[in-house]
Antibody, heavy 119, light 109 residues
Framework: EVQLVESGGGLVQPGGSLRLSCAASGFTFSSYWMSWVRQAPGKGLEWVANIKQDGSEKYYVDSVKGRFTISRDNAKNSLYLQMNSLRAEDTAVYYC????????????WGQGTLVTVSS | QSALTQPASVSGSPGQSITISCTGTSSDVGGYNYVSWYQQHPGKAPKLMIYDVSNRPSGVSNRFSGSKSGNTASLTISGLQAEDEADYYCSSYTSSSTRFGGGTKLTVL
């Protein structure tokens, strides 16, 4: 069974940093693009970033470029999202998901981890 | 990186069919056959219902179908059931990102 388990969310002050992790199991992690997608409270889905199988390609939504960094460790079957200079508008549930590029649809999704940016 | 355009809400009675549209541009929906649809129940993670415009993942009911014409993709749900009441999102590949629609709330009357 494919499983994606996020961790690292929590309350952080504006301007602060947080690192999200996603532990993957049940599939060959190194064969898939991986993505982060977020959902602000009561709002729709917003794609945040994705990363190629070997980490050689990364893409970001404009609003996080220069502040967030996506990375992966294929030896540990893990995906990460380093978030710096956090803003109130980054408050959301952050989902880790398999796929997210062309012929690899985003599926499945983790249960999500809540990030709250507030003073 | 604008969102794809979906109606905010649609509704239908049990047994009826409904269609949700998803309008983009030639840079996303119209340019590639990589449109997906997701179902999200309150407090739950999204679930993939359709990928590559019209393909159903294993386990998804054949009451769900997808299509595309030009820059607009559509999700049709036939034989509406109470359990179909949820939010639905489309997404499309682009050359440098993944773009989601704003979401459509489906109410089963």
């Amino acid at each position: 069974e494919v499983q994606l388990v996020e961790s690292g969310g929590g309350l952080v002050q504006p301007g602060g940093s947080l690192r999200l992790s996603c532990a993957a199991s049940g599939f060959t992690f190194s064969s898939y693009w991986m993505s982060w997608v977020r959902q602000a409270p009561g709002k729709g889905l917003e794609w945040v970033a994705n990363i190629k199988q070997d980490g050689s390609e990364k893409y970001y939504v404009d609003s996080v470029k220069g502040r967030f960094t996506i990375s992966r460790d294929n030896a540990k079957n893990s995906l990460y999202l380093q978030m710096n200079s956090l803003r109130a508008e980054d408050t959301a549930v952050y989902y880790c998901a398999r796929g997210g590029r062309a012929w690899q649809p985003i599926d499945p999704w983790g249960q999500g981890t809540l990030v709250t940016v507030s003073s | 990186q604008s969102a794809l355009t979906q109606p905010a809400s649609v509704s239908g009675s049990p047994g009826q069919s409904i269609t949700i549209s998803c309008t983009g541009t030639s840079s996303d929906v119209g340019g590639y056959n990589y449109v997906s649809w997701y179902q999200q129940h309150p407090g739950k993670a999204p679930k993939l219902m359709i990928y590559d415009v019209s393909n159903r993942p294993s386990g998804v009911s054949n009451r769900f179908s997808g299509s595309k014409s030009g820059n607009t993709a559509s999700l049709t749900i036939s034989g509406l059931q109470a359990e179909d009441e949820a939010d639905y999102y489309c997404s499309s590949y682009t050359s440098s990102s993944t773009r989601f629609g704003g979401g459509t709330k489906l109410t089963v009357l």
